[in-house]
């Protein structure tokens, strides 16, 4: 069983910095595609940043310049750190894995509970 666990959330005033972590653990062979997504309220979840484990990274327009997503393989860990936080940054923020479990096996995506972050303005 894989799970993830994010941490990191919290409440920080406009301009503020965040860094979310998100841990990997249980039988891992490999994490492929790591990303984050967020979900305010009352709206649906959307994609905020993704990197590859060849390190290629893509974010969405929103955030572009402002977030950094980035990766430890070796500690199985994701991270987003999130500059000049903005009200409308405002959500639950969730990471998601692409894991391979073993050598021959396909990849699953796995979710973890998510992690509140609130902006103030």
């Known amino acids: 069983q894989v799970q993830l666990v994010e941490s990191g959330g919290g409440l920080v005033q406009a301009g503020g910095s965040l860094r979310l972590s998100c841990a990997a653990s249980?039988?891992?062979?490999?994490?492929?595609?790591m990303a984050w997504y967020r979900q305010a309220p009352g709206k649906q979840r959307e994609l905020v940043a993704t990197i590859t484990t060849g390190i290629m990274t893509n974010y969405a327009d929103s955030v572009k310049g402002r977030f950094i997503i980035s990766r430890d393989n070796a500690k199985k860990m994701g991270y987003l750190q999130m500059n000049s936080l903005k009200p409308e940054d405002t959500g639950v923020y969730y990471c998601n894995a692409k894991v391979k479990v073993g050598l021959y096996s396909e990849a699953a995506l796995y979710w973890g509970q998510g992690t509140q972050v609130t902006v103030s303005s």
């Open positions: 249980g039988t891992i062979f490999r994490i492929n595609d």
